[in-house]
């Protein structure tokens, strides 16, 4: 067995010695072991296969209970059987396909990237990469104010431990903040970086010089140390802004030097407005087929045995009807279409708040805006939230000490106007209970 | 944090030192951070609600593209909408009542036991327990031969030791075998106890008198030390002899010693059938609402959050339908009924094999029988295996060294004395070729 784990290792270590360096412990421990799984695979299209713990008509077919045949109605015999059924642990080799294509749709032919890995949302994304490449100590570069979960993803479950910098100062964006929280790191030690463009909390994509320059800044990093870029494209698309470069930086860094490497983490949950179906990929910026990406797929696989046996096929087909629809790329863009509207009136919205209470940090994309409380009224933004909630019947998201996230996608553009006077009522009513007291 | 976290440890202490005690270190940090889903849920119902990061009309209504709408429209309007969008962490309030119900259809009242969590499969469920309960050198007691994730779950993962004592000796199930796996352990030190039943691969459950072998022994060892005894109870119900108990040992656990913790991890995947949903639970032995119930599931919110954001609504919802069916429970007997032909049609074939090549392990239930090969004809269950692939169009699995798992939930009944048969012919060749060699 300690053979198998090894000839990844080495494929790996042939293509790139900066990512073998950059594998945790466990990370060169994973791969897919030749059990259950690994023989049903080599069983498949036999006439007479007894190798896979599912219960079929003895023909390959579903054997549902009614109620849940009669709910997924709307599938198509064959994929509804498939639905019910087990997913390859690599996930469906049609999903694979097809997301690869969505991804790669406005990319040159010779950038290279792998058949994407099926895994049960963005979040187990992040944590299979975690699992591979954290670990305990690895420092973990992420701009502040970040998404909260990757503290639980990387930190509280491996060890790692999260180095950040401000992602503004005065009021702007920073693109060189990921290697501004490397600074104090020893020249050689490995480093992830975390890049999520559109950002949440931020809602902010940065535009084509700031990406320059943040290119250019891991770039540099990369001379001193491997490093792994993790893009977490959760929000991929939701761009509002003409003159704001709408691709991952994931497809510009493939390629840019030896010690980095980037992984890309995307998926159904934002892209496809399916956030109920959990089914998210992972890709690595090398040639499917090629060694090291059956290496690395036989590590990610190795993972997601263990934490869940295998991805979720019935939502993976689900999928399938909406990435085959030839009209796809049009509804999904309906989508951003709905969603942009919602940003323009959010931002028409803020522009009229005193500023003496709270502004807006720049944001153009994604989900989401950061308002940041002005610190002359020493009021918290959790005391904020709960008096929104008790008093104004109104819920938004406390980040750390100062700064309120307001989640755009799912407020009516036509209710925003309103969202937004509550807050300036709500902060206006603490900052005056503050003065009295 | 670290309050929080305290917080959870000390409701656990308090209602079991035992269970405490078994917290691996993870287990003891982990808790449900007060972030995103968290403010999420107390925002839930207000008039403005710009908490979530999911695309929605506004007013709490998903916006799916048309395709995903269509291939679920055979749920009625509310279900389809609950289905699209993320779960609460903790699993659909209506899932887990209604999941409990089911579990407990034959369990008396006052045998306390929590509304279950829900995660992502029954694997995911092992993973989350590993988590919490496993850990550098903890000891898992597992009987052999055992489903080989177990050791990816566990040891791979979370670096616990699996201590292994044969399940049969002289063709015989030995329901003590759990105890002689941890006869070496030194007394006081925390253990885990892994019960699946009915068994993968074996397909065994034990009978009247051997589980009450077996419970007595578990008690026995819980005078020595803190055990936590995992019912993996992912074939429950389908059993196919009258005389054999059906219900999971989890319930005769409960309440049994002080030192002894059972934890039950269920789902969908085989009791209804629905392999490619990923719907599991985890359930703890104390009642609903109580202190360390809440505890509890703060850790396993905060283990799924960190792994998987939140678990899968889509297939939540659809299983919702079948388990709300007022048929549920003649549907699933009706697949148990097509399984028991194909478990008669296996006994019978296997009756007529030559001993000398190969005998049956008992078994009475599940989805699987073991096959162990003859130790004279000096072939390994690896060869044979691949012998069957190679010349006679067949898969089963093999199991060590001299094990075959025939899954006979995925094989008609009318198909199964041709797969014997196959199986005896691959044998008898391979011992000739052996033989002249």
Redesign the interface.
């Known amino acids: 067995m300690a053979d198998l784990a090894a000839a990844t290792n080495d494929a790996i270590a042939a293509a790139s010695p900066a990512l073998f360096e950059l594998l945790s412990p466990?990370g060169r421990?994973?791969y897919f072991?030749p059990?259950?799984p690994f023989?049903?695979a080599?069983?498949r299209g036999?006439?007479?296969?007894?190798?896979?713990?599912?219960?079929?008509?003895?023909?390959g077919q579903?054997?549902?209970?009614?109620?849940?045949g009669?709910?997924?109605?709307?599938?198509p015999p064959a994929p509804r059987n498939?639905?019910?059924?087990?997913?390859p642990v690599e996930g469906i080799a049609e999903v694979r396909k097809a997301w690869r294509a969505w991804q790669r749709r406005a990319v040159p032919d010779d950038v290279p990237s792998t058949l994407p890995l099926v895994v049960?949302?963005?979040?187990?994304g992040l944590?299979v990469v975690a699992?591979l490449f954290g670990g305990e100590g690895r420092a973990i570069a992420i701009a502040s104010p970040f998404?909260?979960?990757y503290?639980?993803?990387f930190a509280?479950?491996t060890g790692a431990r999260i180095l950040s910098a401000p992602a503004y100062r005065e009021g702007r964006f920073v693109p060189t903040a990921w290697v501004e929280a490397l600074a104090e790191l020893p020249a050689g030690e490995p480093a992830v970086v975390l890049l999520n463009v559109p950002s949440?909390p931020g809602g902010y994509s940065p535009d084509r010089s700031e990406r320059d320059q943040l290119v250019a800044s891991l770039f540099a990093e990369a001379e001193k140390r491997p490093l792994l870029v993790l893009c977490d494209d959760a929000y991929t698309g939701l761009v509002y802004e003409d003159d704001i470069p709408r691709e991952s930086p994931f497809w510009e860094l493939v390629g840019l030097h030896p010690n980095l490497v980037p992984v890309k983490v995307d998926g159904a949950t934002?892209e496809?407005?399916?956030?109920?179906?959990?089914v998210g990929f992972v890709t690595f910026p090398f040639a499917p087929g090629s060694e090291v990406a059956a290496a690395l797929e036989s590590k990610v696989k190795?993972?997601v045995?263990?934490?869940?046996?295998?991805?979720?096929?019935?939502?993976q087909?689900?999928?399938l009807?909406?990435l085959?629809?030839p009209?796809?790329e049009a509804?999904?863009e309906a989508?951003r279409l709905?969603?942009a509207e919602?940003y323009r009136a959010l931002q028409q919205a803020l522009e009229k708040i005193d500023e003496r209470l709270m502004r807006p940090l720049p944001f153009n994309s994604g989900?989401?805006a950061l308002v940041e409380l002005a610190e002359s009224l020493g009021v918290t933004a959790e005391s904020v939230?709960q008096h929104l909630?008790e008093h104004?019947?109104?819920?938004?998201?406390?980040v750390g000490q100062r700064h309120l996230r307001?989640?755009?996608?799912?407020?009516?553009?036509?209710?925003i106007p309103?969202?937004v006077g509550?807050m300036e009522r709500g902060v206006t009513e603490l900052a005056a209970e503050r003065a009295r007291s």
Chains 1, 2 share one sequence.
């Open positions: 466990l421990r994973a072991p059990d259950i023989q049903a080599q069983a036999k006439t007479y296969n007894a190798t896979i713990g599912q219960i079929t008509d003895g023909y579903a054997v549902p209970v009614p109620a849940l009669d709910a997924l109605s709307g599938l498939r639905a019910l059924l087990y997913s049960a949302g963005l979040t187990h944590a699992d998404w909260g979960n503290r639980q993803t509280f479950r949440n934002k496809y407005s399916f956030f109920g179906g959990r190795g993972v045995r263990a934490v869940m046996g295998s991805p979720v096929a019935t939502t087909m689900l999928l009807q909406a085959e629809s009209d796809a509804h999904v989508i709905l969603l919602r989900c989401f939230r909630l104004h019947d109104t819920g938004v998201v406390s307001v989640a755009f996608c799912s407020v009516a553009a036509a209710a309103e969202l509550r």
